[in-house]
């Protein structure tokens, strides 16, 4: 069981250099801004997350199963119009259960598009990218829709518990519940297994069709879930709202420690990454940085974390990957002589 | 809508009185922290209004943070939700949507921050949450660019709409203003948005240039950026007709246009002045003094005849 503690010895590491990254921005804010160190700021960073948390959330068994879903901003979009421009003739709540339908639904599209039709998750997925953004401009008229309804989903951003809010709780709740999922159920390793090595996941007997179309319907359900959110919170459906989120929740999740190559991440890890990529944002603008300067500093920082990544997992020009290829079971050195 | 057009000419006057009168800060802001969430911090009419803003600040003594949205109102409220955390002493606010800001704006009444929108108007929610609007009346020029394309064009002809952002509010009200005053005879080939950018513009002109060509009698560009990138698109395309093209801000673009007789008016819209003016009002209701709900830009139309009395706006 070697590999299975040096695994968690490393996802121990990436924990703790987010830890480090958090424990930077709150020096370097406390020592710059008089006001940054406060219960309320940090409920305000874990309050914005929310809604770019569940994107990353939906991004993180793909990318552990060595899938990617590019859509997720746009199925996004689509819930988050459904979810208002419903209001008026299902009513509030159940308008915010179809919006959560369409982000399922178009979870399956891609599924299908992915697992039956075999084309590359990358290309599947800009091209229902496309659609769907599209499709929800095609029916709103390129109009956001306000909702006739807009306190209902303001109570989402109001305090709890002093640095906590409705959405944030939701968030952060779902994150541990799919940490569960992942690291504590047979489901959820073999999912790991897939992303690390299709076919030897296939001879051992997974049904790896059913694992990725799976987790392409969770994308789907969670990109809901983050629309259904930002319309109820902000009680506007736009067929915009998703259309630019996309690269910040790859960011987040990559910031978190979770690999583009499959097979290995957490949704703690993307917890914590979209929390520091929203603390540097927050320090940021506090601070008056001008939005590109901000981006210069994050593609920075990825750089960093990612030759970090390298040096923790003792790699010398290799990949964590092809490190862990060379400990693992014995099916997988069989398969790869 | 003759209301409209009162309320247009007296904040004309008000604004004169204003500009008259000069910068007359309410006292007691010094030392006292703003927060400005801009729609962007490079554009072509956001920056300057962004100095404007700047210069107004540093002239109060006030400690101006400025954030940018990047033109995503989700943006945007997440950082007026932040700039509340921090318990600032007065909210500037550019808004890029009807309710996007409610949250935020409810949480800044809570905690006593005064908020002043700029350049946009909110929804109708949230401007009960907003102390006070600055900025040009969007509709009225929506109103003034179709009557000007109306007396130009003899009052029939069919034309092509460049407009901004979908969903935008400055997009909805410009739009608006100038379908109700459109002249019967004139009829709306197109409607494309070219997202107030001038690349855009000229890529969708080069579309509706080859689907319509000569038919096109008259252009309305919500704004002067894409009104160029049109007039770009019609030069590439050697075309020798001469369509009216009306833009809307004052941009240098526009004015050079004017001169050379290839546009035939524009809408001054001094985004400086908009910052500068938007700073001023902030201030004043952060000192506790009764501020308009409008304090409007006025509107003023620039063709050949009276072009040698302006400068370009930006």
Not at chain 1, 148 to 155: A, C, I, K, Q, S
Request: overall charge neutral; some cysteine.
């Amino acid at each position: 069981m070697s590999g299975v503690n040096l695994r968690t010895m490393g996802h121990l590491v990436v924990q703790y250099r987010l830890l480090a990254m958090l424990a930077a921005i709150a020096i370097f804010g406390g020592f710059t801004l008089d006001d940054f160190l406060t219960a309320n700021t940090l409920r305000s960073i874990l309050d914005r997350a929310a809604v770019v948390g569940f994107l990353a959330l939906a991004l993180t068994p793909l990318l552990i199963a060595g899938q990617i879903d590019l859509s997720i901003g746009s199925i996004m979009s689509m819930s988050a119009f459904t979810t208002i421009a419903m209001q008026p003739f299902a009513g509030s709540l159940p308008a915010a259960f179809i919006g959560l339908c369409v982000g399922i639904a178009a979870g399956l599209v891609n599924a299908a598009i992915v697992v039956v039709l075999k084309v590359n998750s990358l290309v599947a997925t800009l091209a229902t990218l496309l659609i769907y953004a599209s499709l929800v401009l095609l029916v709103s008229n390129s109009q956001p829709v306000s909702s006739t309804d807009p306190m209902f989903g303001l109570p989402l951003t109001s305090t709890m518990l002093g640095i906590f809010t409705p959405r944030s709780m939701l968030f952060i709740g779902a994150a541990l519940v799919m940490f569960v999922w992942l690291k504590a159920t047979p489901s959820g390793r073999t999912l790991y297994a897939v992303g690390s090595n299709l076919s030897a996941a296939v001879s051992a007997g997974v049904n790896a069709n059913a694992y990725i179309g799976g987790a392409f319907v969770l994308s789907g359900l969670l990109a809901g879930a983050a629309g259904v959110l930002q319309a109820l919170s902000s009680a506007t459906g736009s067929p915009l709202a998703g259309s630019v989120l996309l690269i910040p929740a790859i960011t987040a999740v990559v910031i978190g420690g979770t690999r583009l190559e499959g097979g290995r991440g957490s949704s703690l890890a993307t917890l914590g990454g979209v929390v520091a990529f929203g603390a540097l944002t927050t320090l940021s603008e506090y601070n008056g940085v001008p939005s590109y300067t901000q981006a210069v500093y994050t593609g920075l920082i990825l750089i960093l974390l990612i030759t970090l990544d390298k040096v923790a997992s003792g790699g010398e020009g290799k990949t964590t990957r092809a490190r862990r290829g060379a400990r693992t079971t014995p099916t997988i050195k069989a398969r790869n002589p | 809508m003759t209301s409209r057009t009162s309320l247009f000419l007296a904040a004309a006057v008000s604004a004169a009185a204003l500009a008259v009168a000069g910068p007359s800060l309410g006292a007691g802001v010094e030392g006292k922290s703003i927060c400005y969430i801009t729609a962007a911090n490079s554009h072509p009419y956001v920056t300057p209004a962004n100095e404007g803003a700047q210069a107004a600040a540093d002239a109060a003594g006030v400690k101006l943070t400025i954030v940018s949205e990047e033109f995503s109102p989700q943006t945007g409220a997440d950082q007026l939700d932040s700039c509340v955390s921090r318990n600032v002493d007065g909210i500037l606010l550019w808004p890029l949507d009807a309710n996007s800001y409610l949250p935020g704006l409810l949480k800044a009444k809570q905690a006593g921050i005064p908020v002043v929108a700029i350049d946009t108007r909110a929804g109708e929610e949230s401007m009960k949450l907003i102390q006070s609007f600055v900025g040009a009346d969007k509709f009225a020029q929506g109103e003034v660019s179709a009557k000007q394309l109306g007396e130009a064009l003899g009052g029939a002809g069919d034309i092509v709409i460049l407009a901004g952002q979908a969903g935008n509010n400055t997009t909805i009200e410009r739009t608006e203003g100038f379908l109700k005053d459109k002249a019967e005879g004139v009829n709306v080939l197109a409607t494309v948005n070219a997202d107030f950018d001038q690349q855009k513009a000229l890529v969708a002109s080069r579309d509706l240039l080859t689907k319509y060509g000569e038919q096109i009698k008259g252009v309305y560009a919500e704004d002067d950026a894409m009104a160029a990138g049109f007039l770009q698109a019609l030069k590439e395309s050697g075309l020798s007709f001469k369509p009216v093209v009306i833009g809307i801000g004052g941009m240098k673009v526009a004015f050079d246009a004017i001169n050379a007789g290839d546009m035939y008016s524009t809408i001054m819209q001094p985004p400086f002045e908009n910052g500068r003016l938007a700073i001023e009002t902030l201030a004043k209701a952060m000192a506790g003094e009764t501020v308009d709900p409008v304090v409007p830009l006025p509107n003023i139309i620039v063709t050949k005849e009276n072009i040698g009395s302006y400068e370009p706006a930006f």
